[in-house]
């Protein structure tokens, strides 16, 4: 059709469309002067113009179909069927695996959904059919057990049972395990194998992650999702539907294949021996045999090297790693069960007879001798355990140093520290001092001694990065402060590290150079790691540099930059979610964002709901939540059983007793607000903005003599910082000092003037001095012009200039779009000489202040 | 690469007619906008405040650095968000629609819980096809199609966009729909 046919089309078409339809057919003919065929045209889309087609937009719609496409961790909070899923338990190439609600039976339980995308739909289904036939054959303690294939909503899914554990790979972080332990978890191990090759079942992914361990030390061989039934040998050309299944591409993961898996040739249950071999070696040596920089390495590495056997082991015992290690199969155990035999002989013989048939072999003179010698022996290891176990060893951490040159990685540095500080704040008999986790701490160069001094703390461990011949290194030492001692001192090679890997190797040897040891439970929450992404994690610790950097709109941005990449990363990253949600709570003021509260509270608000949706028991997520609550909802309560469970959760994170010392202040509850802040301090001793808040709750508690006192010792100290200045001008306001203030303010503004604006025109204002107070408020109008300024700076001049009137105006303002410092309104002595003011009762009823 | 700055830059080049920015763009918006998908979806049960277009917008704000953009590039961001709507529409209605054909009538994954039936697949379908062939013989009218419908712009944003009069949008559209109505009609 040419565009001058279609031009004539579409003019009949509105012309006659406008007219009534029994004179549409006339005028058409007349005007395509007879030509039927247009005629027939335009009367056909006339008549198709009433058709109902594209009248609600589909944009609705394609949102509905974008959030179904499945993310990690997107069934979170759903019901399915009689579940409610609660908590995503883990993520991986295959599929994800939920902790849900069994509402009808009451009880947790595991539900296992594939994911969409590894492969076709019915070899989805078909994988998780077989898996689920595959178990339910087989009742062995060592395997979780499955209740049942569901079907919900169009949706298969293995319902199974939840086990409460770590794996074994998250165990095995800390090091290798004891003999008697490794062959306690290998016996259990080869009994799960044993009973699934009874029933002709490979499992074919055997490894470290598939491994749960219970809190009681209980194995529970995880995930058959590879299983595939296997016919006897000689039927094996025979085969069957169930038999024909195959994976796009290689599974199972590459470091725990065997060579025969490596080349994709047919398994058999000699492939699980050998997987079941590197596990088993990994237990004792602490680490895999084969595993090297990359993927086509650690394939090299399984179909050539031989695994290094010259560890110091029975050599019983390395003969049963030799032998499921063959890299022919023939040479191998040929099945589990005869493997588990092995093992267990092997443990008998290392079993000590028993007592009473060595007293019985020996006479009484002899046995009395020796029962007196046990005593001894029982008396003085427990007089030591009790000796070990009471001692509680205070240390220091000090932010580690980025020294390497490159600025880019000051996130490295900080980042370590403050990870190191969390895992060392989950050992009970550490009680550490933390560097830093709020900001303004970072460009401190501290004196050792003086800091172990100070802090009175027995250990110091200090850090720095270093660039040497290309490589990047961490030096770690720690310090002993009694004697200035170097109790341990160790570099490591960042270029290859994985930070987890890195930092609970760290952990384990600061532990034992202190002469402590983890127990059970708190491994268990030292393993815990934020994400198993290294480079998420990476792009988190950028972020919470840069969020802990002096707070600019420009680092903000940053952070945040880096907080979405981290979720990008892994979605289901509790912890990004909360240091995004952290960033928006302050953002809503002048100096740290032009976003209007509502929208910059929206923002942390759902970050943080989705930090706790996604973990719970992060101290970090409900800080966060807490601070919402705060700032913005300023629902007291909720914001104190959110600060109250942060700090039960984790008693030694200093944010969240910062910002319940501002709640607390808010509230008027003086007194524990100072103590509150005063802990926020002493866990964070480098953090100037925790001084500052310190600082702050005395001066809300109007005891402003030992304020000023303070912030004059602060200054001294550091006279760059524009919060203490800032601060120290407040208080000379309280104090009836105008001068002095007026001389602080205008100083500061030189060299910020986002900083102090408001307090300045106050003071003039108390000072008798107008007209300058009306400068400061055309300033301030002149930069709302550029970004909103919050009305109550305005309103804070206005009082300064005893102008009440306008001074409510303005209030009311700030109250309507929610201004986070309105929270403070009772407690901020700015607002003193409003007080006894009627129109200050409903300000505070508004926020919710006053007593009913 | 998702760093806001570089989408900003890739936004201002498309807008000035830079046609490789578009595929640099293209998926980032899109995840960004599957990311609020989600998050809309989650919190639904808790008001349903949230208007869809509004989701667009908050896309833009989150993505895009405000201080370097004029409100053209918003309205070629809004062109870019309905053209990946309406590729997310096609690929899910084809999906639908071949397993119907297939005809395995048990599902696999949640994505199949019905979002879309099934008349309303092989309507998105036809849809396409006819978009296609209306873009061969007028391609401003497939994209106020693509902006109004795919995209939930209104007539004035749409006219924004494209750079034309409301007129012009509304005589486009009433056009387009009765075009595409019969398109349709002969096919379904």
Redesign the interface.
């Known amino acids: 059709?040419s565009?001058d046919q279609?031009q004539r089309i579409?003019d009949l078409?509105?012309a006659a469309?406008q007219l009534q339809p029994s004179d549409q057919l006339d005028y058409l003919k007349r005007e395509s002067g007879d030509d039927p065929s247009l005629v027939a045209e335009v009367q056909?889309?006339?008549?198709?113009?009433n058709?109902a087609?594209?009248e609600t937009?589909?944009?609705?719609?394609?949102?509905?179909?974008?959030?179904?496409?499945?993310?990690p961790g997107?069934?979170v909070?759903r019901t399915i069927g009689h579940f409610n899923v609660t908590k995503l338990l883990g993520a991986g190439g295959m599929g994800e695996v939920y902790l849900a609600t069994d509402q009808k039976l009451e009880r947790q339980v595991a539900l296992k959904?594939?994911?969409?995308g590894f492969g076709n739909?019915?070899w989805?289904?078909s994988q998780l059919i077989l898996e689920a036939r595959a178990v339910a054959q087989l009742e062995n303690q060592n395997i979780c057990s499955i209740h049942g294939l569901e079907?919900e909503?169009?949706?298969?899914f293995i319902a199974m049972q939840y086990v409460e554990g770590e794996t074994l790979q998250s165990r095995l972080t800390l090091g290798p395990l004891s003999i008697d332990l490794a062959l306690d978890f290998a016996e259990q191990i080869a009994s799960a194998l044993s009973a699934a090759h009874e029933h002709g079942i490979v499992h074919r992914d055997v490894k470290t992650q598939n491994i749960i361990v219970t809190p009681d030390d209980q194995i529970k061989v995880l995930d058959f999702g590879l299983a595939k039934f296997v016919k006897p040998i000689e039927q094996t050309q025979n085969t069957t539907e169930l038999d024909q299944t195959s994976a796009p591409g290689i599974l199972g993961t590459v470091a725990y294949m065997s060579p025969e898996q490596a080349e994709g040739e047919e398994l058999d249950a000699r492939s699980d021996i050998f997987s079941f071999g590197i596990v088993f070696y990994e237990m004792l040596a602490g680490e895999n045999p084969f595993l090297r920089d990359n993927k086509s390495k650690t394939l090299e590495a399984i179909k050539n090297d031989a695994p290094d056997l010259e560890l110091d082991l029975p050599r019983q015992l390395l003969n049963i790693l030799k032998r499921c290690l063959e890299k022919n199969r023939n040479l191998r155990f040929n099945d589990a069960r005869t493997l588990k035999s092995e093992i267990t002989a092997f443990r008998r013989s290392r079993e000590p007879s028993p007592f009473f048939t060595w007293v019985q072999s020996r006479n009484f003179k002899y046995v009395a001798a020796a029962a007196a010698v046990l005593l001894v022996v029982i008396l003085a290891s427990s007089a030591f355990v009790y000796q070990k176990t009471s001692s509680v060893h205070s240390i220091a951490l000090l932010q580690i140093q980025n020294r390497s040159g490159d600025a880019n990685l000051d996130y490295l540095s900080q980042g370590l520290t403050r990870s190191l500080f969390d895992k060392f704040s989950y050992l009970t008999r550490l009680q550490v001092k933390a560097p830093s986790t709020m900001p303004f701490d970072h460009e401190q160069n501290v004196d050792l001694g003086r800091a172990g001094r100070d802090l009175s703390v027995e250990s110091v461990l200090s850090g720095e990065l270093l660039k040497h011949d290309q490589s990047l290194l961490l030096r770690l030492s720690l310090l002993d402060t009694s004697n200035g001692g170097t109790k341990w001192q160790e570099e490591f090679n960042l270029d290859a590290a994985n930070m987890f890997v890195l930092q609970d190797d760290i952990t384990r040897k600061v532990v034992s150079s202190l002469g402590l040891w983890i127990i059970g439970g708190e491994r268990k929450r030292l393993n815990k790691h934020q994400t198993d992404n290294d480079e998420a994690l990476r792009k988190y610790m950028q972020g919470r540099q840069f969020a802990g950097l002096k707070r600019s709109r420009e680092n903000l941005?940053k952070a945040i930059?880096y907080f979405?990449?981290a979720?990008?990363l892994d979605p289901s990253f509790a912890e990004a979610y909360s240091g995004l949600s952290d960033c928006y709570a302050v953002m809503n003021n002048v100096a740290n964002g032009p976003i209007a509260p509502s929208v910059a509270m929206a923002k942390a608000r759902?970050n943080a709901q989705?930090a706790l949706d996604l973990d719970d028991s992060l101290p970090e997520a409900h800080t966060s939540l807490g601070i919402v609550n705060l700032r913005f909802d300023w629902n007291w309560e909720k914001a104190e059983s959110e600060f109250k469970r942060a700090i039960e959760l984790k008693p030694v994170y200093a944010p969240a007793h910062f910002w319940y010392s501002n709640l607390l202040s808010a509230l008027g509850r003086n007194d524990e607000a100072i103590i509150e802040s005063t802990i926020s301090k002493d866990l964070d001793p480098y953090s100037l903005l925790a001084e500052q808040n310190y600082g702050r709750s005395l001066y809300y508690a109007r005891r402003t003599t030992e304020a000023q006192d303070y912030f004059a010792n602060l200054i001294s100290q550091n006279d760059q910082f524009l919060p203490f200045q800032h601060m120290m001008a407040l208080v000379q306001l309280q104090l009836g000092h105008y001068q002095s203030a007026i001389d602080i303010l205008e100083r500061m503004r030189r060299n910020d003037p986002l900083y102090g604006t408001a307090a300045l025109g106050y003071a003039y204002g108390r000072a008798g001095q107008p007209n300058k107070a009306q400068n400061i408020l055309r300033e301030l109008d002149d930069a709302s012009n550029r970004d909103p300024v919050p009305p109550h700076e305005k309103a804070i001049v206005y009082i300064g200039m005893g102008d009440k009137d306008q001074a409510f105006n303005y209030l009311n303002q700030s109250l309507e779009q929610r201004f986070a410092s309105m929270a403070f309104l009772n407690a901020d002595p700015l607002y003193d000489d409003l007080r006894s003011d009627v129109r200050f009762r409903e300000l505070e009823q508004r926020v919710g202040l006053s007593l009913p | 690469m998702s760093d806001p700055s570089d989408i900003t830059e890739l936004l201002i080049r498309w807008s000035s007619g830079d046609k490789n920015a578009l595929e640099k763009l293209m998926p980032l918006v899109e995840r960004e906008l599957h990311r609020l998908a989600h998050y809309y979806m989650r919190h639904e049960h808790i008001g349903h405040t949230l208007q869809t277009t509004a989701l667009i917008n908050e896309a833009f704000l989150r993505l895009v650095d405000q201080t370097r953009v004029q409100w053209q590039n918003r309205a070629h961001f809004f062109g870019i968000a309905a053209q990946i709507m309406r590729r997310v529409l096609l690929n899910y209605a084809r999906d639908r629609h071949r397993q119907k054909r297939g005809g395995h009538a048990v599902q696999v994954s949640l994505s199949d819980v019905a979002i879309i039936s099934d008349d309303k697949s092989a309507e998105l379908i036809a849809l396409d096809e006819a978009l296609e062939r209306l873009a061969e013989i007028d391609l401003r009218k497939t994209r106020v199609v693509e902006l109004r419908f795919y995209g939930g712009l209104s007539v004035e944003e749409t006219a924004e966009v494209l750079g034309v009069s409301t007129i012009t949008v509304n005589r486009d559209w009433k056009m387009a729909k009765a075009w595409l109505s019969r398109e349709i009609r002969n096919v379904l």
């Open positions: 059709m565009s279609w579409e078409f509105h469309s056909s889309l006339i008549e198709a113009s058709d087609l594209l937009p589909a944009v609705s719609l394609g949102f509905k179909v974008l959030s179904n496409i499945s993310k997107a069934l909070g959904f594939l994911n969409r739909d019915e989805l289904r079907n909503d169009g949706q298969d941005q930059g979405e990449q979720i990008e759902w989705q």
